[in-house]
């Protein structure tokens, strides 16, 4: 088959792949994505989306469990597990068939299939109609990430799961181990545990949500132990023995191995690339621990050959991804955007209370040698908190005591990871206390509350 010519060619449909697709499409460049599975990738499909769709009904059943909190009755509350999995497929479908539209719409070509890259320029693909052979000037690779697995804990999809099992459940587990506290592997923890599964977290660092600041984690930990989590930090899971209906985990903590039964285990025990089968070492592309390293700028060295999203450099996250996206093909088009920054990129986790943060925290700012001033504010202060009954909760804040810099902001509470933003807006425009203190915030809000840790801070804090 002749070869087809493209200005550009997007490996992967993920959030950063079809983003960058559409940009490029809309600066007039003739452009094809290529996907072998659903259009949006792990984020729409198995991941981001379908997460909070199943946390979102964990929340309201919660929350009618605590109906007379809020002076009103309910009994008998259930739920129906695979209505609740339906729901969040369902929301996944919805989004994917969108991102459907929103190529079509900018006349990007969409290809299903498996792609590789024979040479510069080049794209193999192989679909269900047969082999296509495609040119482009510029490449860029999108094929983002899966779960990693350990020797002798791999998932079987019956007693041990990755989060793609744990988003299709076909039982609900009693007694569940989670390996791992990231943002993954704590999200499944408090869905599973707040629909009644007796829930275990095992974690390899020193505290849960290792990346957090060490306070927020250590809140944290404190409220997931409130709500009848087991947490074991520290630790380490040797091994699995498997037995029909349960699981015998071999734990290493404090220098011993303790034994203990489980009937599901999930493990969430971080990500590695999609690099296999594309043919990048061929090309000399540099791969590092299965990620592709490249520049600030998502260049790999190769001419015309970009990287962007969970198969480059951390931070992990769509929104990162997203915004490379853009970066690099406003690049391919001539442009000239600012690159991105790790530092000024939110991470935010969505179990119960939710988690969120942007820049330094406390311990890496010290270590970077800034001389730092740190506000507080705790939710108890917050009228709306009071009134929405979400008092458990607190927003910390670091800043350049020479300069007022805004360095880092953290949060553990309810709908923390809308309020994060703020304080992203704060850092990419260069923020200081003054400019933060000046700011009016409404009332009531729990906005409020980002405003009275910067006040603290400063020793000027007004409600607490």
Known sequence: MAATSYDLIVVGSGPGGYVAAIRAAQLGLNTAIIERENL????????????????????????????????????????????????SRDVAAQLSGGVKHLLKKNKVTVIMGEASLPAKGKVSVKTDAGPQELSAKNIILATGARARELPGLEADGDLV???????????????????????????????????????????????????????????AKKQFVKQGMTIMEKAMVKKLDRAKGKVTAHIEVGGKVETHEFDTVISAVGIVGNVEGLGLEALGVTLDRTHVVTDEYCRTGVEGLWAIGDIAGAPWLAHKASHEGVMVAEMIAGGHPHPVKPESIAGCTY????????????????????????????????????????????????????????????????????????????RQLETTEEDLMNTVFPHPTLSEMMHESVLDAYDRVIHF
């Not at 009904?57 to 609740?84: C, N, P, T």
Request: proline share 3%.
């Open 40 to 87: 949006g990738g792990i984020c729409l499909n198995w991941g981001c989306i379908p997460t909070k769709a199943m946390l979102r009904s964990s929340e309201v059943y919660h929350l009618m469990e605590r109906a007379k909190d809020f002076g009103l009755s309910a009994q008998k509350i259930d739920y129906d597990l695979g209505a609740v999995v339906k729901r």
């Open 351 to 426: 179990c119960h209370p939710q988690v969120a943060s942007v820049g330094y925290s406390e311990a890496k700012a010290k270590e970077l040698g800034y001389e730092v001033r740190v506000g507080r504010f705790p939710f108890l202060g917050n009228g709306k908190a009071i009134a929405l009954g979400e008092q458990e909760g607190m927003v910390k804040t670091v800043f350049d005591a020479k300069t007022g810099e805004l360095l880092g902001a953290h949060m553990v509470g309810a709908e923390v990871t809308e309020l994060i933003q703020g304080y992203v807006i704060g």
């Open 161 to 219: 799961w990755t989060y793609r099992h744990a988003l299709v459940p076909t039982r609900m587990p009693k007694k569940l181990l989670v390996i791992g506290s990231g943002a993954i592997g704590i999200e499944f923890a408090s869905f599973y545990n707040t629909l009644g599964a007796d829930t275990t977290v095992v974690e390899v660092m020193d505290r849960v949500l290792p990346v957090e600041d060490a306070e927020i984690s250590a809140f």
